[in-house]
């Protein structure tokens, strides 16, 4: 059964970081580009960061871009999104995806449970 389990949510300063992390189950991580998304209380879904297969082409909402980095480690089946100079409107759940496409997509196949970030001093 294909899983993916998001960890490292938290609450954390403005200012600060974390580090989430998705860790994948039931398939092989190689051929799947991974996503983040996000949604706030009351705002829809937002993409955050996506990383294709190969892990030779990323991309980033602008409003994370400079402060998110998203990178994958296929030996160990996970991907990361380090997220720094946190932001009290980064304050969302945050959900790993996976696509057998191996692309970017803005509707991935697969989603993990979810996150919570809160970014609050």
């Known amino acids: 059964q294909l899983q993916l389990v998001e960890s490292g949510g938290g609450l954390v300063q403005p200012g600060g970081s974390l580090r989430l992390s998705c860790a994948v189950s039931g398939f092989t991580l190689d051929y799947y580009a991974i996503g983040w998304f996000r949604q706030a209380p009351g705002k829809e879904r937002e993409g955050v960061s996506c990383i294709t297969k190969s892990g030779g082409s990323t991309n980033y909402a602008d409003s994370v871009k400079g402060r998110f980095t998203i990178s994958r480690d296929n030996a160990k089946n996970t991907v990361y999104l380090q997220m720094n100079s946190l932001k009290p409107e980064d304050t969302a759940v945050y959900y790993c995806?996976?696509?057998?496409?191996?692309?970017?997509?803005?509707?991935?196949?697969?989603w993990g449970q979810g996150t919570q970030v809160s970014v609050s001093s």
């Open positions: 995806t996976a696509d057998r496409s191996g692309l970017c997509t803005i509707s991935p196949t697969y």
